[in-house]
């Protein structure tokens, strides 16, 4: 059975290291927080100027000066720091978060992304995404394999406006987990119960699929 | 040096129509909303606003698209506000999308006479479009220019007769580089104290940043996603 959005984030998590500084997006990326494996440490960074990011406040306790970038009241967790937003970039751009997650609505085989513009219907504008994409080292891409329409969202090339070229090294949907490499998807992982023709018929991009497609595996 | 103005009024004056404005501010969150209010009684026009947002449609910057004193906006996310969509749209306003980071760091080459830079972000996209492309080990960056503003207006948490700021949590976000980056640099505080009462240690914008400051009669600091958790 393909995925829900938790189940992708679940998926995502498991990619998360020891003493790594996170990013997430907005949408199925927040979701990540809370799949944190066992034993794993990390700390979030949020680009509006947060790194130790907590989850939301209890009912009473929302503070308008706390926000994370989606601009939802948050909390923070012990050795929280606040910063501007040009430090908060520095830490971007200077590589020192480890992994960006983000969602799309297209992605290329060669590991472009689209993720902020449909002309003349939805332009309100890139926010961090451009800068976070340019820089990031390790940047996974949480999102839905189609779109609204049932097209592929995996592409051989992305027809929206882009956000940031040969950027993207790993896609996560409700369907499988995608590398890119060489100009090409590699299929890694399908979800459970999720045929490999399934997947296949619903790639847009070119993908090369091994012998054995082992199946996500959820503790 | 004693920066202290007696209120808005006195804080904005000087304030004149086709002025470039930096307005600090995520979202709705460290946004100068007393100084917004009286720009709007002030109904100065064709202005140029630098902001990272546009506010919403009845609150923030989202007041001043409503009286229709904005010319141009120049911000990274603009996306919680009907007015400003259905005026970009109709070709009323003038919009300059700008990559978050480039954003910040533009505002604070403004204010450190750094007048361009390089960075990666945008390379490859419509945001590169017209702008100077140059390799640094081995990588494709694009050339950005400085910001400046006539007039900077920043919300600080707490400040002093000096000008001397510190900002709360995450309403820092803009509001420390755009100070930097005004010809008048105009702080609001939520409480204004006098010189020497705030540790030297903790000012996040030195006062020489800022020509006016003012505490601002009232905060509504209004939330914009209320996200709570259950009591356990």
Redesign the interface.
Known sequence: MALDKNGIAQRIAQELKNGWYVNLGIGIPTLVANYIPHGIEVEFQ?????LGMG?????G??????????????TTVPGAS?????T??AM??GQHVQLTVLGAMEVSQNG?IANWKIPGKM?????????LV??AENIIVAMMHSNKAGESKILKECTL??????CVKKVVTELAVLEIKDGKFHLIERAPGVSVEEIISKTEGDLVVPDVVREMHFD | MNKVVKNVEEALVGIEDDMTLMLGG?????IPENSIGQLVKLGTKNLTCIS?NAGVDDYGIGLMLQAKQVKKMI??????NDEF?RQ??SGELE?D?I???????R??AGGAGIPAFF?????????AEGKEVRVFNGKPHILESALNADFAIVKA?KGDTEGNLI???????????MAMAGKITVAEVEELVPAGTLDPNQI?TPGIFVQRIFQGEKFE???????????A
């Open positions: 949020s680009e509006n100027g947060i989850p939301f406040p209890f009912e306790e929302e503070d308008a000066d706390l926000i994370n970038a989606g601009k939802q009241t948050i606040f910063f501007d937003s040009a908060s970039f971007i751009r472009d332009v309100k504008g890139m926010g961090g995404a451009m800068d340019a820089s406006p882009l956000t940031g070229v040969g | 995520f979202g709705l969150c460290g990272n911000s990274s996310y603009v996306g919680e969509e970009m749209l919009v999308l990559p978050q980071g480039s954003l910040a760091e505002c604070r960075t990666p972000a945008g390379y490859g996209t419509e945001v948490w900002y709360k949590a995450a309403a820092r976000n803009f509001n420390p580089m996040h600091k209004r939330i914009e996603q209320r996200t709570v958790r259950k009591n």
